[in-house]
């Protein structure tokens, strides 16, 4: 490659995916294993649903927002591959929103362009869209709120932030760091905006006496302006699309699109720890005390990760991310993409070699998924009992993402949020002078 243009990137990454939806369309119709995932199928069908003014509810395991089903009804009416190609334009606008964040933080144009390739020449990120996966979507709107913290609209980010959450409930994990970031001293306003020090900033406002003099005082420290704005309206915006998804889909809606993740006990095999218990104790009386009390090492793991790393966001979301995965209840492989599209964020910060280091994660990671998936294959296809297997490879799985994750936290260059690549060096090479 002679060099390395991200427009050219971006073109060829375009036609790449066009060609991977038309050779869906002949897989699905001329082999016995289809290209399409299972669950476009049943978007899709929520959306015909929609389409004939029914609910898209009916279709059964359809838990997704109304609005999922809703961008989707030109599936029947222009053709089936519709959503496919909505799915790889959001795919592509990741790999777009990545360039733009990683050079506003000045990130040098070829490491900028390498960080892009790692998303949009991903086998995880170009299969996802164009077998019909909606998270890119997702990926794409996460992206765009970070843009909009970083350009200081804050209503704008209140806004997507919102309806991101409806839309897919597993956002609602970022609340926290990015309510943490929202403070005055990180948004000068005569200014571009450049973080400072989260601590230092909060125990050089909290040593000052008319902080401390009064309760009401020090809630003025935590509850500001920015914070109060961006909790109301995203909060508003979540509040209203439920609100109308409940007016329209009733019980339904509420069960399917946000209870059922919480209490959700799924016996069919998968990369979570948990799922041996789930299908040994399927079909007792399981109280929804116990189902929620799974959530609490997640919950707990998350509040470390938030108030280690939350000054330095990109990271602090990329943590909270894999850790989020690899506790969760259930695992499948779109989840993977979650954290995909947050990597590329902070790879120019590491100071991990792809020699050494680098080589040894990536060879852990697909060397435990590749050991799952031999079980999950002796399983799924020859039927045969290897359940007690596949939990253990599901256990090493998870102690491989800990040792990643650990790893990544280990060799990164922590920064405050705006602060551009060259800036923390010139830090760096500052103290050691």
């Not at 979507?137 to 932030?161: D, E, P, T």
């Not at 995965?325 to 964020?345: H, S």
């Amino acid at each position: 490659m002679r060099s390395l243009d991200f427009t050219s990137l971006l073109l060829f990454s375009a036609i790449f995916r066009v060609i991977l939806i038309i050779y869906g369309e002949w897989q699905d119709a001329h082999m016995e294993v289809n290209y399409t995932d299972v669950d476009y199928l049943v978007f899709s069908d929520a959306a015909s649903l929609m389409a004939s003014g029914d609910s898209p509810y009916k279709r059964t395991t359809y838990r997704y927002s109304p609005l999922l089903a809703f961008l989707l009804i030109p599936n029947s009416l222009i053709h089936r591959s519709w959503g496919k190609f909505i799915f790889s334009a959001s795919d592509l606008l990741v790999g777009y929103f990545i360039h733009f964040i990683l050079q506003q933080r000045k990130v040098p144009r070829k490491l900028c362009n390498y960080c892009v390739m790692t998303w949009l020449f991903n086998p995880f990120t170009f299969t996802i869209g164009t077998r019909g996966n909606c998270e890119p979507v997702v990926c794409a709107m996460i992206l765009w709120i970070i843009i909009c913290l970083m350009k200081g609209n804050l209503l704008q980010s209140a806004f997507w932030y919102g309806l991101i959450v409806h839309f897919r409930i597993y956002p609602i994990i970022y609340a926290i760091p990015i309510v943490l970031v929202l403070d005055p001293n990180f948004f000068p306003s005569n200014r571009k905006p450049i973080l400072k020090n989260w601590t230092a900033a909060q125990a050089e406002r909290l040593n000052d006496g008319n902080c401390l003099c009064s309760l009401h005082n020090l809630l003025k420290c935590i509850f500001t302006r920015k914070r109060l704005m961006f909790g109301m309206v995203s909060a508003a915006v979540f509040f209203l699309f439920t609100g109308l998804s409940y007016y329209l889909y009733g019980w339904e809606f509420l069960h399917e699109a946000l209870l059922y993740h919480l209490t959700r006990t799924d016996p069919r095999h998968n990369f979570s720890i948990y799922f041996y218990h789930i299908y040994l104790h399927y079909g007792y009386d399981i109280s929804v005390m116990e189902k929620l009390i799974s959530f609490l090492p997640q919950f707990m793991v998350q509040l470390v990760l938030i108030f280690c790393f939350a000054k330095d966001l990109p990271f602090c979301l990329f943590a909270q991310t894999v850790a989020f995965v690899a506790f969760n209840k259930v695992i499948t492989a779109q989840y993977f993409v979650w954290f995909f599209c947050l990597l590329p964020l902070i790879l120019p910060w590491s100071k991990m070699k792809l020699k050494w280091d680098g080589m040894l994660c990536i060879l852990s990671w697909m060397g435990a998924q590749v050991h799952w998936l031999m079980w999950g294959y002796l399983l799924e296809f020859k039927g045969k009992n290897v359940f007690l297997e596949l939990w253990v490879a599901s256990l090493v799985f998870h102690a491989a993402n800990v040792f990643i994750l650990t790893l990544v936290i280990r060799h990164h260059r922590f920064s405050s949020f705006f602060l551009g690549l060259k800036d923390v060096k010139s830090k760096n090479v500052a103290k050691l002078e």
